[in-house]
């Protein structure tokens, strides 16, 4: 019988791990993960390529609001890049998976610059974020053509339009694996 496994956060409870099948037309099955805490309510999730996949890039330009429905499944290992914003998305010890679409990507991004909005200190920091903040409104509005990146060195990421030729896709050279960051979780028992 496995032991169960501690809470990082409150090191009280033990988590209650849930694992959902999923599958995803033109990548194949993921495993979705959960972990929660019923003591602190602590929780991560992230998803798992179930079938075998390079590394990858993925590239998709987005020029309107109907780009902003194309889907994007991201692992806990995937990198995201919007260069004309300066948004990039490193894979850190609590990053999570999740699918979504574009629009959702940079709904996350807006929740993220609120934060840092409401952390300003001074009065350019506030301006440098609100002046984001209206691009991002601009890119979100359909106004605004930007470009949505994102590159996996395990693979388990991927960007998915039904109009197969929007989105660029190439398996990533072994100097763009080393430079990401992985973002991998060990979480060990005993």
């Given amino acids: 019988m496995a032991k169960p496994i501690k809470c990082p956060s409150c090191s009280v409870g033990n988590l209650r791990i849930t694992e959902i099948p999923y599958r995803v037309p033109y990548f194949g099955t993921i495993l979705l993960v959960t972990l929660r805490c019923e003591n602190c309510g602590f929780s991560h999730r992230d998803l798992f390529s179930i079938d075998f996949h390079e590394p990858m890039h993925y590239e998709v330009k ?30 850190g010890p609590f990053a999570e998976g999740f699918i979504s679409n574009v629009e959702g990507v940079l709904e996350r991004v807006e929740r993220a610059a609120m934060v840092l909005l409401h952390g300003a200190v001074d009065v350019e920091e506030k301006k440098r974020c609100l002046d984001f903040l209206e691009e ?11 470009t949505l990146m994102l590159d996996d060195p ?3 990421s991927a960007i998915l339009s ?14 763009e694996v080393r430079s990401l960051k992985s973002g991998r979780i060990l979480l060990e028992t005993g």
């Avoid at 109907?66 to 998305?89: A, F, N």
């Avoid at 991002?136 to 930007?146: I, S, T």
């Fill in 136 to 146: 991002l409104r601009k890119a979100k509005d359909g106004l605004l053509e930007f």
């Fill in 154 to 156: 395990y693979g388990n």
């Fill in 62 to 91: 987005v020029k309107g609001v109907e780009d902003l429905k194309i889907r994007v499944i991201r692992s806990s290992s995937g990198t995201i890049r919007i260069p004309e914003l300066g948004v990039r998305i490193d894979p």
């Fill in 162 to 175: 039904a109009d197969e030729g929007k989105v660029v896709k190439r398996r990533l050279t072994e100097e």
